[in-house]
């Protein structure tokens, strides 16, 4: 038998070439080749750094005026420690980039530490669940722990029978609740942020390392997308979950799914960026089909927790096709399939209802890319936000951009990454899901984005020196912590520009729950939106109308007699009450759906009106029932 001879794999998917050799002399302390000029400054800077931004962060936490927010959110609220622990951290996390090759745990720590610096405070001060709208999060958790069972063809009230139909992220919260003894998961809401954050962050470096071997790159990328994360959808919802998954399966993909004999050129090393990783080593097809069975319940975890993720994932996994490395057209059917198979049962109501809308949205670009319902932003914070919201997105493409010319080899070599980042923008042409296209696709976007925009900024290290090389790589070296700087800036009013809306005082829920505990199985609340805390409380028994959830023109039109408007829409022998809170005033001011004033006028006409009877009123909320024998004598 003829003994068979390994075959070094390093830098090829085939034969050994140039790439299978030892590296070439000149390594870097970052994983590349030559060294990069950083700021000089003590061997393990994240001894001095990461205790001083934790000091410092920790002396700030206390004083943040959460309580006392005025139209900038928590931007003027946030003491100058606060910001000063961001600017320590940043500066240490340049620093240990000096030793990343050697020492990768300490931009690991800078970046875990940016994480909590930006995320956490949130967590550690409220005592309401972040984001208002998380709370009907809690009241599925709650009704599933209460029923023990799922009702996919129920029509609940309020767009809620969706969650019966993707109950994932739900029914494993039900077991999280359950297995600490908490009261609900409002316990630990607040923390998902954080914890999916964390979560993330190795999948992230898998996916990096894929096409990188410069671990400077690698961490800065995890830092850029962290900065520039600002989207909100990790919070306690089925998205954070689901996208955690998602970028789970994409990962396992490009590391262990590459077709024998397709490296092409990119086996020879000298094609290659220096900081380019090697095609990972090729897998068989029976590999490959042992693989797609192992993904298989990771995709149908993903299809049981969110609606729009599965999507993502197929048309992620087409545009891998395109390529010869990751051509597998079996593990696409099979998410394709899971996909199907899932919107065909539990899913179909919605299913069936989102295809009677699609001739409507196919091909309304303006209308699926705006965000929101509609009206524009009003108000300092939320005008503010808007605006940063906007340059972050530019900044972060324009750095990706650059990076497409200034390292064409490397770009090459991760050309996978960066059609998975390219392939869910064409869904703008599908839906506008609810007025969150926008956000969704910025967000799946997001890993390759900041990949390549890490790239333009951490320069590839040669081992030929040269007058324009040496001034490029000085320049990055001021570029990089200047860009991160920005970045962050961008970061803080994009993230907590509106957190007037996202906070809700404890007096006001305790107004809501009272009063929807209260409310007769069967009842209709009426609010101008869903955005306030405990809005869905009781959603299995309790009917729900948002009525200003529209366009502004038509809010403007019912303002001129709003008792009037909601009387009508009030079927007869209904109990209803109308819940006017804080909240509402502030959000609905805020996304532009009432003009300025326009919510006091609102409560000042519905509280005179004859049609309707204050339960309760005060400074955070009023609660009014319709009197329905009112309108009959005022009728006559």
Same mark, same amino acid.
């Given at each position: 038998?003829?003994?068979?001879?390994?075959?070094?794999?390093?830098?090829?998917?085939?034969?050994?070439?140039?790439?299978?050799?030892?590296?070439?002399?000149?390594?870097?302390?970052?994983?590349?080749?030559?060294?990069?000029?950083?700021?000089?400054?003590?061997?393990?800077?994240?001894?001095?750094?990461?205790?001083?931004?934790?000091?410092?962060? %920790?002396?700030?936490?206390?004083?943040?005026?959460?309580?006392?927010?005025?139209?900038?959110?928590?931007?003027?609220?946030?003491?100058?420690?606060?910001?000063?622990?961001?600017?320590?951290?940043?500066?240490?996390?340049?620093?240990?980039?000096?030793?990343?090759?050697?020492?990768?745990?300490?931009?690991?720590?800078? %970046?875990?530490?940016?994480? %909590?610096?930006?995320?956490?405070?949130?967590?550690?001060?409220?005592?309401?669940?972040?984001?208002?709208?998380?709370?009907?999060?809690?009241?599925?958790?709650?009704?599933?722990?209460?029923?023990?069972?799922?009702?996919?063809?129920?029509? @609940?009230?309020?767009?809620?029978?969706?969650?019966?139909?993707?109950?994932?992220?739900?029914?494993?919260?039900?077991?999280?609740?359950?297995?600490?003894?908490?009261?609900?998961?409002?316990?630990? =809401?607040?923390? =998902?942020?954080?914890?999916?954050? #964390?979560?993330?962050?190795?999948?992230?470096?898998?996916?990096?390392?894929?096409?990188?071997?410069?671990?400077?790159?690698?961490?800065?990328?995890?830092?850029?997308?962290?900065?520039?994360?600002?989207?909100?959808?990790?919070?306690?919802?089925?998205?954070?979950?689901?996208?955690?998954?998602?970028?789970?399966?994409?990962?396992?993909?490009?590391?262990?799914?590459?077709?024998?004999?397709?490296?092409?050129?990119?086996?020879?090393?000298?094609?290659?960026?220096?900081?380019?990783?090697?095609?990972?080593?090729?897998?068989?097809?029976?590999?490959?089909?042992?693989?797609?069975?192992?993904?298989?319940? &990771?995709?149908?975890?993903?299809?049981?927790?969110?609606?729009?993720?599965?999507?993502?994932?197929?048309?992620?996994?087409?545009?891998?096709?395109?390529?010869?490395?990751?051509?597998?057209?079996?593990?696409?059917?099979?998410?394709?399939?899971?996909?199907?198979?899932?919107?065909?049962?539990?899913?179909?109501?919605?299913?069936?209802?989102?295809?009677?809308?699609?001739?409507?949205?196919?091909?309304? &670009?303006?209308?699926?890319?705006?965000?929101?319902?509609?009206?524009?932003?009003?108000?300092?914070?939320?005008?503010?936000?808007?605006?940063?919201?906007?340059?972050?997105?530019?900044?972060?493409?324009?750095?990706?951009?650059?990076?497409?010319?200034?390292?064409?080899?490397?770009?090459?070599?991760?050309?996978?990454?960066?059609?998975?980042?390219?392939?869910?923008?064409?869904?703008?042409?599908?839906?506008?899901?609810?007025?969150?296209?926008?956000?969704?696709?910025?967000?799946?976007?997001?890993?390759?984005?900041?990949?390549?925009?890490?790239?333009?900024?951490?320069?590839?290290?040669?081992?030929?020196?040269?007058?324009?090389?040496?001034?490029?790589?000085?320049?990055?070296?001021?570029?990089?912590?200047?860009?991160?700087?920005?970045?962050?800036?961008?970061? @803080?009013?994009?993230?907590?520009?509106?957190?007037?809306?996202?906070?809700?005082?404890?007096?006001?829920?305790?107004?809501?729950?009272?009063? #929807?505990?209260?409310?007769?199985?069967?009842?209709?609340?009426?609010?101008?939106?869903?955005?306030?805390?405990?809005?869905?409380?009781?959603?299995?028994?309790?009917?729900?109308?948002?009525? =200003?959830?529209?366009?502004?023109?038509?809010?403007?039109?019912?303002?001129?007699?709003?008792?009037?408007?909601?009387?009508?829409?009030?079927?007869?022998?209904?109990?209803?009450?109308?819940?006017?809170?804080?909240?509402?005033?502030?959000?609905?001011?805020?996304?532009?759906? &009432?003009?300025?004033?326009?919510?006091?006028?609102?409560?000042?006409?519905?509280?005179?009106?004859?049609?309707?009877?204050?339960?309760?009123?005060?400074?955070?909320?009023?609660?009014?029932?319709?009197?329905?024998?009112?309108?009959?004598?005022?009728?006559?």
């Amino acid at each position: 038998m003829q003994q068979r001879v390994p075959v070094p794999t390093t830098g090829s998917s085939e034969s050994p070439g140039p790439a299978s050799g030892p590296k070439e002399p000149g390594r870097g302390p970052g994983g590349g080749r030559g060294s990069w000029p950083l700021p000089s400054g003590p061997p393990d800077a994240g001894l001095l750094t990461l205790p001083l931004a934790t000091g410092l962060w %920790c002396h700030a936490l206390p004083r943040i005026g959460f309580r006392e927010m005025g139209d900038y959110g928590l931007l003027d609220r946030l003491p100058a420690s606060y910001y000063l622990s961001l600017l320590v951290l940043t500066a240490g996390f340049v620093l240990s980039l000096r030793r990343a090759g050697t020492a990768p745990w300490w931009p690991a720590a800078h %970046c875990a530490a940016l994480l %909590c610096a930006l995320k956490a405070p949130p967590a550690v001060l409220y005592d309401a669940v972040r984001y208002p709208w998380a709370s009907k999060h809690d009241a599925v958790v709650d009704t599933l722990l209460a029923n023990g069972e799922l009702r996919p063809g129920a029509a @609940l009230s309020g767009n809620m029978s969706a969650y019966d139909q993707w109950p994932g992220f739900f029914t494993l919260n039900a077991g999280l609740v359950r297995a600490f003894g908490v009261e609900g998961a409002a316990a630990y =809401a607040n923390w =998902a942020p954080v914890a999916l954050g #964390l979560l993330t962050m190795p999948v992230l470096v898998l996916l990096y390392r894929t096409f990188c071997e410069d671990w400077r790159l690698v961490w800065t990328a995890v830092w850029i997308f962290q900065l520039a994360n600002w989207v909100g959808q990790d919070y306690f919802a089925p998205q954070g979950l689901a996208y955690l998954l998602h970028l789970t399966v994409i990962a396992v993909v490009l590391r262990h799914f590459v077709r024998p004999g397709s490296a092409g050129r990119l086996r020879d090393r000298t094609t290659l960026d220096p900081a380019a990783a090697g095609v990972p080593p090729p897998t068989g097809t029976r590999q490959r089909a042992v693989c797609v069975v192992v993904l298989a319940p &990771l995709i149908a975890a993903v299809n049981a927790t969110h609606q729009l993720t599965p999507v993502m994932l197929c048309v992620c996994l087409f545009a891998l096709t395109l390529t010869r490395r990751y051509r597998n057209h079996g593990l696409l059917a099979v998410a394709v399939l899971l996909m199907l198979a899932w919107d065909l049962t539990m899913g179909r109501p919605l299913f069936v209802e989102t295809l009677s809308t699609l001739e409507e949205s196919i091909g309304e &670009l303006t209308r699926n890319s705006r965000a929101g319902y509609a009206g524009r932003l009003t108000g300092p914070g939320p005008e503010l936000a808007g605006t940063a919201n906007v340059l972050m997105v530019l900044a972060v493409a324009a750095l990706a951009a650059l990076a497409l010319v200034l390292r064409r080899r490397l770009v090459r070599s991760a050309l996978p990454l960066l059609l998975v980042s390219a392939a869910p923008v064409p869904l703008f042409a599908v839906n506008d899901y609810g007025g969150e296209m926008l956000f969704r696709v910025y967000l799946f976007g997001l890993p390759g984005a900041a990949f390549f925009a890490a790239a333009a900024l951490v320069p590839a290290a040669g081992v030929r020196p040269g007058r324009a090389r040496t001034l490029r790589r000085g320049a990055a070296a001021v570029a990089l912590p200047a860009v991160l700087l920005v970045l962050t800036a961008g970061f @803080l009013p994009s993230y907590y520009g509106k957190e007037r809306m996202y906070y809700t005082p404890p007096e006001e829920t305790a107004l809501v729950t009272r009063t #929807l505990d209260n409310a007769p199985d069967g009842s209709l609340i009426l609010s101008t939106s869903g955005s306030f805390p405990q809005a869905l409380h009781r959603y299995d028994r309790l009917e729900h109308w948002f009525f =200003a959830e529209r366009e502004l023109p038509e809010n403007e039109r019912m303002l001129e007699d709003p008792a009037r408007h909601l009387a009508d829409g009030i079927p007869p022998g209904t109990r209803a009450y109308v819940v006017l809170t804080r909240t509402q005033d502030v959000y609905t001011a805020g996304e532009g759906l &009432l003009p300025a004033g326009g919510f006091e006028t609102l409560r000042t006409k519905l509280s005179a009106s004859p049609l309707f009877r204050t339960v309760e009123s005060h400074p955070y909320g009023v609660v009014l029932e319709y009197r329905p024998a009112a309108r009959r004598s005022t009728t006559r």
